[in-house]
């Protein structure tokens, strides 16, 4: 049971827009701490593709954007292609825990 | 290039001992806080410790305190973790990450190792 929630999977055809939700709670994205998006393509390491809730780091395309509000945060990826099918996870910090937790992940299909 | 490499994974029975090392090359390792995040084959991440950049600020998750041991040569490049008392459920791919600030608390990540797996199994 993971401290942020996120759904197993979602899936959209090529051009189409998806949106990967994350929950937390009062201690970790309701207490303000910022939410970080990362993609893990099959067999490879995970990479950064949102920080900061909303800020893509460079060589990541603009198709992918993120927002924040309250206890959820959201990843959403527009214009989909072929190369977006991989797991996503949402991290946060934890000040109950106090340490970082991430989101189950989300399997997103590319149809 | 910028990179993390790590090394030093492979199978170790339950009470055993392994020490991860993380090579770091192309960036101010010093000027970094580092982390070390696993992910049991198949399944999600999970964060287990981090340093921060001086060694003066050090966390782990509650599944490892007590256990495992992070620590870092700045003029080495390296960073390390020594895992003590394993146990199966320890087996996992080991990632070392690169946070993006310099303070312990782990904020985000940018840069990933490719990862080394850890087999704990009698």
């Known amino acids: 049971q993971s401290v942020l929630t996120q759904p197993p999977s979602v899936s959209g055809a090529p051009g189409q827009s998806v949106t990967i939700s994350c929950t937390g709670g009062s201690s970790n994205v309701g207490a303000g701490y910022d939410v970080h998006w990362y993609q893990q393509l099959p067999g490879s390491a995970p990479r950064l593709v949102i920080y900061?809730?909303?800020n893509r780091p460079s060589g990541v395309p603009g198709r992918f954007s993120g927002s924040k509000s309250g206890t959820s945060a959201s990843l959403a990826i527009s214009g989909l292609q072929a190369e977006d099918e991989a797991d996503y996870y949402c991290q946060s910090y934890d000040n109950r825990l106090g340490g970082s937790v991430f989101g189950g992940g989300t399997q997103l299909t590319v149809l | 290039e910028v990179q993390l490499v790590e090394s030093g994974g492979g199978w170790v029975q339950p009470g055993g001992s392994l020490r991860l090392s993380c090579s770091a090359s192309?960036?101010?390792?010093?000027?970094?806080?580092m982390h070390w995040v696993r992910q049991v084959p198949g399944k999600g991440l999970e964060w287990v410790s981090g340093i921060n950049w001086e060694s003066a600020g050090i966390r782990y998750a509650d599944s490892v305190k007590g256990r495992f041991t992070i620590s870092r040569d700045n003029a080495k490049n390296s960073l390390y973790l020594q895992m003590n008392s394993l146990r199966p459920e320890d087996t996992a791919f080991y990632y070392c990450?690169?946070?993006?600030?310099?303070?312990?608390?782990?904020?985000?990540?940018?840069?990933w190792g490719q990862g080394t797996l850890v087999t704990v199994s009698s």
């Open positions: 990450t690169k946070d993006t600030r310099r303070e312990a608390d782990p904020y985000s990540f940018d840069l």
């Open positions: 900061g809730n909303i």
């Open positions: 192309g960036f101010t390792f010093g000027d970094y806080a």
